[in-house]
Nanobody
Framework: QVQLVESGGGLVQAGGSMRLSCAAS????????VAWFRQAPGKERESVAS????????LYVDSVKGRFTISRDNTKNTVYLQMNSLKPEDTAVYYC???????????????????WGQGTQVTVSS
């Protein structure tokens, strides 16, 4: 079992930066793939970034490539999402999720992610 807690959300102006953290409990976290998702009001949840268990392979949705960076520190059981050059369209609740079965980064198969955090609100003002 893995419990996930996100932090670091808030209000930022367009063009600004923010770093989200996802702290995990559970001894298997370091061997699992992790992803960040987001859901804006009235829209479906979408995957944003994913990282493999070792932290050396990352995937990003096109809309955040070059602006967002996902990373992990397995010694601290934490995954990060560094968000730069933020845009109003990045406004959403951001969730981290971990897989119980896969070590490999994946943006398409949402069903791979078994454990979810409660989410943290990110608001980007124009």
């Amino acid at each position: 079992q893995v419990q996930l807690v996100e932090s670091g959300g808030g209000l930022v102006q367009a063009g600004g930066s923010m770093r989200l953290s996802c702290a995990a409990s559970g001894r298997t976290f370091s061997s699992t793939a992790v992803a960040w998702f987001r859901q804006a009001p009235g829209k479906e949840r979408e995957s944003v970034a994913s990282i493999n268990w070792r932290g050396d392979i990352t995937l990003y949705v096109d809309s955040v490539k070059g602006r967002f960076t996902i990373s992990r520190d397995n010694t601290k059981n934490t995954v990060y999402l560094q968000m730069n050059s933020l845009k109003p369209e990045d406004t959403a609740v951001y969730y981290c999720a971990a897989s119980a079965t896969s070590r490999y980064a994946n943006l398409r198969d949402y069903g791979l992610y078994n454990y979810w955090g409660q989410g943290t609100q990110v608001t980007v003002s124009s």
